[in-house]
Nanobody, 124 residues
Framework: QVQLVESGGGLVQAGDSLRLSCVASGTGSALGTGWFRQASGSEREFVAAISWSGGTPLYSHSVKGRFTISRDNDKNTVYLQMNGLKPEDTARYYC??????????????????WGQGTQVTVFS
């Protein structure tokens, strides 16, 4: 049974940084992984994704240049380094994993496994 557990969220001031972690278990081997976020009253949106091998990642336009996704397969962990945080980055951040057949994706519907999320709140 695949489980994803996020951590690292918190309350920070605009301009600060946070690093989110997503630890996977039960996957057997590394899977393509993405980060999504959902602000209160909004739909969930794509943030970043990385293939199982850590190749060229995908980013949403709103975070490109500020956020960096990476992974350490020895630790079964995917990270989201968030720099230059803005109040509009406030949301619950979710980690999700793709099925083995899909290398990388920005499409929410393609993700098969989801974590419970971690809250990020940025105040100005």
């Amino acid at each position: 049974q695949v489980q994803l557990v996020e951590s690292g969220g918190g309350l920070v001031q605009a301009g600060d940084s946070l690093r989110l972690s997503c630890v996977a278990s039960g996957t057997g081997s590394a899977l393509g992984t993405g980060w999504f976020r959902q602000a209160s009253g909004s739909e969930r949106e794509f943030v970043a994704a990385i293939s199982w091998s850590g190749g060229t990642p995908l980013y949403s336009h709103s975070v490109k240049g500020r956020f960096t996704i990476s992974r350490d397969n020895d630790k079964n962990t995917v990270y989201l380094q968030m720099n230059g945080l803005k109040p509009e980055d406030t949301a619950r951040y979710y980690c999700a994993a793709l099925p083995r057949s899909t290398l990388i994706s920005a499409q929410e519907y393609q993700y098969e496994y989801w974590g419970q999320g971690t809250q990020v709140t940025v105040f100005s």
